[in-house]
């Protein structure tokens, strides 16, 4: 199956700053990724599909881009309410795989 | 809108077989595809399988799992279900259920429950 790396672990980012989110798959996923956002006790939200489509309500501060294997989730100026947890997900192959996680946290 | 809500045990002994049920509301269950997807500390996230019902039902399922896992759905009841057979101190998880976003065929999920703990143990 395929592996999703995401980096960093944890980003620390300030209100109103920019936060950037990489995400590696261990081969190409062409452009099937998706982002979804988490946050406690909540589940995921989706927030990307198709690398760089934003789903229905999802603000224009949150912008995704790559293909291939090397993809990033953009956070153009971070809101209090965009501090979660978020994870890309690959659905080239199946089984659909997640990575592990970047959590971004108030600097 | 279309909501989710999982039920269901939220304790299990090993060996045994966790059910679960999602019930859904505000809209048919007969599209789509509805999915289970489980979260633990240990593994993340990890799709479990999904079902699509158009009259005939149609599944798939994680090869990791798809030994000991069956969904279904009662259409009558706007409700699917999982079976997770064997059940093993591993799959002690958060398990969501989710339909998938309008026209994505199954590969990403647009709305899920709030998701239930089940826990693996004597």
């Known amino acids: 199956e395929i592996v999703m790396t995401q980096s960093p672990a944890t980003l620390s980012v300030s209100p109103g700053e920019r936060g950037t989110l990489s995400c590696r798959a261990s081969?190409?996923?062409?452009?099937?990724l998706a982002w979804y956002q988490q946050k406690p006790g909540q589940p995921p939200r989706l927030l990307i599909f198709?690398?760089?489509n934003r789903a229905t309500g999802i603000p224009a501060r949150f912008s995704g881009s790559g293909s291939g294997t090397e993809f990033t989730l953009t956070i153009s100026s971070l809101q209090s309410e965009d501090f979660a947890v978020y994870f890309c997900?690959?659905?080239?192959?199946?089984?659909?795989?997640f990575g592990q996680g970047t959590r971004v946290e108030i600097k | 809108q279309v909501q989710l809500r999982e039920s269901g045990p939220g304790l299990v002994e090993p060996s045994e077989t966790l059910s679960l049920t999602c019930t859904v509301s505000?809209?048919?269950?007969?599209?789509?595809?509805w999915s289970w997807i489980r979260q633990s500390p240990g593994k993340g996230l990890e799709w479990i399988g999904y079902?699509?019902?158009?009259?005939?039902?149609?599944?798939k399922y994680n090869p990791s799992l798809e030994s000991r896992v069956t969904i279904s759905v009662d259409a009558s009841k706007n409700q699917f279900y999982l079976k997770v057979r064997s059940v093993s101190a591993a799959d002690t998880a958060v398990y969501f259920c989710?339909?998938?976003?309008?026209?994505?065929?199954?590969?990403?999920?647009?709305?899920w429950g709030q998701g239930t703990l089940v826990s693996v143990s004597s």
């Open positions: 198709g690398a760089s």
């Open positions: 079902i699509y019902n158009n009259g005939r039902e149609n599944t």
């Open positions: 081969q190409s996923v062409r452009s099937n």
């Open positions: 989710g339909r998938d976003y309008p026209h994505s065929y199954g590969d990403y999920v647009g709305y």
């Open positions: 997900q690959q659905y080239n192959n199946w089984p659909q795989t």
């Open positions: 505000g809209g048919s269950i007969s599209t789509y595809y």
